[in-house]
């Protein structure tokens, strides 16, 4: 199924960028036909993502004051949206059932709502409706997996961070081990390295644990992974917590209670956090590739992001 994302329902007043295609009027009817014929041609089906980003709807593009369900200080600009009455709400209502109505005239085969993101959720109820068999708290070890009788292996066993020192130090941290929990700080000085999509999250989620956190990125920009409207948000709360956020510097050493930066800056520092990017964890895919018909997907084949991952996995599944 091929599916067109972040289609605009209401036009100007829920528009996110300013070349995101548009489903509000039956004006577009004919063009997103010839899209779906098309789709349909290659023996695929078609759908649609219907799209209100509400709070976050873009002013600069539409011009008009953003709506929410509540008058909340959320947005990177400052600007507070205006709370949604009964009226309002219809008025949304409709905009998606219109949109869900041209969409089937346009020859699609189906809608998606974006209202919410259960994707483990589904995940739970499908795996256990198919009798997948799940064993948690084990490694995957190529003994256990020889003499098995499986026909085939798919390796998904993720990627490791890049650590900038062979040195083992109890103070030089990856940012995985903190986002997955393992460990826990408080009124500490922490210097994240690397600015992007989790070096941002890790701060966030350090900083309001009550540590003084900085983040250190060589680009001029933060968080240029991500995508605009989660982008935003992410900087406004960087904000609201005193991240210090140092960009177009890089790390050129690592003392034992503080950092130097390129050009001679010094942080002082109790924990260095490492967010530099990831590599692949093909270790388990090695030993292996000889003996069985072995597939790589997800940050195994390339680091990258849960879409990315869940369609290697999709797509290695269909081949199988």
Do not use: W
């Amino acid at each position: 199924m091929i599916t067109l994302e972040n289609m605009c329902i209401i036009y100007r007043d829920a528009r996110s960028g300013a070349t995101q295609p548009r489903i509000d009027s039956d004006d577009f009817i004919p063009g997103l036909s010839r899209i779906s014929n098309g789709i349909h041609l290659f023996g695929s089906y078609a759908s649609m993502e219907l799209t209100h980003p509400g709070i976050f709807s873009e002013t600069e593009v539409s011009g008009r004051h953003p709506v929410g369900p509540s008058p909340l200080d959320l947005r990177n600009d400052g600007m507070i949206p205006r709370e949604l009455d009964e009226k309002g709400i219809g008025e949304i209502v409709e905009g998606f059932a219109g949109a869900a109505s041209r969409a089937k005239a346009a020859g699609y085969d189906g809608v998606e709502i974006e209202a919410a993101h259960g994707l483990l959720e589904y995940y739970d109820h499908m795996l256990r409706k198919l009798g997948i068999e799940i064993k948690f708290n084990r490694e995957a070890r190529p003994d256990d997996i020889r003499g098995s009788g499986f026909d085939a292996v798919i390796v998904a066993a993720g990627s490791r961070c890049y650590v900038p020192t062979t040195d083992r130090r109890n103070d030089i941290i990856s940012a995985k081990k903190v986002l997955e929990r393992r460990l826990e700080f408080k009124g500490s000085r922490i210097v994240v390295g690397g600015g992007g999509l989790v070096g941002c999250e890790t701060a966030l989620y350090l900083t309001a644990q009550g540590n003084d956190v900085t983040i250190v990125e060589m680009m001029p920009q933060l968080a240029l992974d991500m995508e605009s409207l989660s982008r935003g948000h992410l900087l406004k709360e960087l904000k609201r917590y005193n991240v210090t956020m140092i960009t177009r510097k890089g790390i050129k050493q690592i003392h034992e209670r503080h950092i130097t930066l390129e050009g001679g800056d010094e942080i002082p520092m109790d924990y260095l956090i490492v967010a530099f990017g990831e590599y692949s964890d093909r270790s388990l895919y090695g030993e292996l590739k000889e003996d069985y018909e072995t597939y790589l997907v997800g940050d195994a084949s390339k680091a990258g992001k849960i879409v990315d991952a869940v369609s290697s996995g999709y797509f290695t599944g269909r081949m199988i």
